[in-house]
């Protein structure tokens, strides 16, 4: 069964607290990607990677970290430094090509407290 | 470098139909089209390669004019369904990949 999966769907952090999203894929995609979305907002692009051990920032880096070990995961810790860290947190995977389509995985819901 | 829908939100009536534009300043290869629906995550409905063409399923269709770096979809006689918001996502020749602004499409009975 193919596809992209996040966990978990919602997460509650306190103020102060690091915390780790995981995205994993079995689509074999070369790409994985890490977008963050406001409410009625647009994507807004935190980091990416196209091939293992290696990954770049996008538009809104700071705050954030991540590691590419593995081809299947792409794991994305937000830290305490991130001011606003409350959005939708999406992950996304593309097969080779920065102009292959990509695909989605069904989203992380994080709330501070 | 973000591409620009147009229009930012539109309103219809069921079986009523609407275009939403996708305008680059950039040179692009392929062009993208996604629906989100609330709380959800983005779904891919088609993607045009650069060749000018045209294609469809169902009522929803899109065009690529790579000459003027625009791409249009079109979705005829809506259903409540297609509410949501539309993303343009584009694959620049620079090999470069950007998602759209968005268009918020709400269908009413």
């Known amino acids: 069964d193919g596809g992209i999966t996040q966990s978990p769907k919602y997460l509650f952090r306190k103020e102060g607290q690091n915390v780790t999203l995981s995205c994993e894929q079995n689509?074999?995609?070369?790409?994985m990607y890490w977008y963050r979305q406001d409410p009625g907002q647009g994507l807004r692009l935190i980091y990416y990677?196209?091939?293992?051990?290696?990954?770049q920032k996008g538009d809104i880096a700071e705050g954030y970290s991540v590691s590419r070990e593995k081809k299947e995961s792409f794991p994305l810790t937000v830290t305490s430094a991130q001011k606003n860290p409350t959005a939708f947190y999406l992950c996304a995977t593309q097969q080779g090509f920065p102009t292959d389509t990509q695909y989605f995985g069904p989203g992380t819901r994080l709330t501070v407290l | 470098q973000q591409p620009v829908q147009s229009p930012q939100a539109v309103i219809l009536r069921e079986g009523e139909d609407a275009v939403i534009n996708c305008s680059s300043s950039k040179a692009l290869y392929s062009v993208h089209w996604y629906r989100q629906k609330h709380g959800e995550a983005p779904v891919f409905l088609m993607i045009l390669l650069k060749g000018g063409e045209q294609k469809g399923h169902d009522k929803i269709s899109a065009s690529f004019n790579e000459k003027k770096q625009q791409s249009s979809l079109y979705l005829t006689a809506s259903q409540l369904s297609y509410s949501g918001t539309y993303f343009c996502g584009t694959g620049t020749l620079g090999n470069q990949f950007y998602f759209g602004t968005g268009t918020s499409l709400t269908v009413i009975p």
């Open positions: 990677s196209q091939i293992v051990n290696d990954f």
């Open positions: 689509l074999n995609h070369d790409a």
